[in-house]
């Protein structure tokens, strides 16, 4: 099947696609330091090629402060594992279970002001569900993100709305068989409902390219909407 995939790529250099994501994303505070994230998430893609459902589960401990204590900044470490069904129109599907280990340094860290580093290295365990071959991935990620918060003082009307950019970068050390993307720029706004419920939408530009033949390459738009859901 991977062999296939790489065959049919060879017929066009620049892949140019529109894609649709949406994702729900539960929060638990188990203690004071440790936290447990999940996600739920779907992704399509014009033209349509295939079509993605996504489930994630991460455990995150933050670290207590040993140094610079009055420095306004936060750490913490995580680990996770995402796994993937992705649904193909011609090409058999693909199974992806996806381990992952970061950390974040939040700094400055203000009341509303944040820009967020985050350093991460993933796994990737790639199978077609037709004759179960077998592809292997690993790749590390830096992601700088900003996010500007309104608090009703300086727009009557904006309580409660924030604006966010990220850029994120990915060194693909071991090439996965698909989907092995390099950078990634997102802008958007967003909307805290209540301390549980917020919500988020974002354009943002994703270019990702097949280094198993480094001359194929993909330029998407991406639209995505976000919910967060805090349980107490």
Do not use: C
């Given at each position: ?38 996600k ?5 893609i ?67 002001l ?119």
């Amino acid at each position: 099947m991977f062999a296939e995939m790489v065959i049919g790529q060879n017929e066009a250099k620049s892949i140019e696609t529109n894609q649709v994501w949406f994702d729900f994303n539960p929060r638990y505070k188990i203690s004071d330091r440790f936290t447990l994230v999940g996600k739920l998430g779907a992704k399509a893609i014009y033209p349509k090629d295939w079509y993605k459902f996504y489930t994630s589960a991460q455990v995150a401990y933050s670290i207590p402060k040993f140094m610079l204590r009055k420095l306004k900044y936060r750490e913490k470490v995580y680990l996770g594992v995402d796994f993937y069904y992705v649904f193909f129109n011609e090409l058999p599907d693909v199974v992806e279970i996806s381990p992952y280990q970061g950390y974040t340094l939040t700094w400055p860290n203000r009341k509303r002001l944040d820009i967020r580093h985050n350093v991460e290295l993933g796994e990737r365990f790639q199978w077609d569900v037709q004759d179960w071959n077998y592809s292997f991935g690993l790749k590390v990620s830096y992601e700088a993100s900003l996010t500007f918060k309104f608090h009703g003082d300086l727009w009557k009307y904006g309580k409660g709305f924030y604006l966010s950019a990220s850029a994120k970068f990915w060194w693909n050390l071991i090439s996965a068989t698909v989907f092995n993307d390099v950078v990634r720029i997102t802008p958007g706004i967003g909307y805290e409902i209540n301390p549980k419920w917020k919500t988020a939408f974002y354009i943002g530009y994703n270019y990702a390219r097949n280094q198993i033949n480094e001359k194929i390459h993909a330029n998407n738009i991406i639209y995505r909407f976000r919910v967060y859901y805090t349980i107490n």
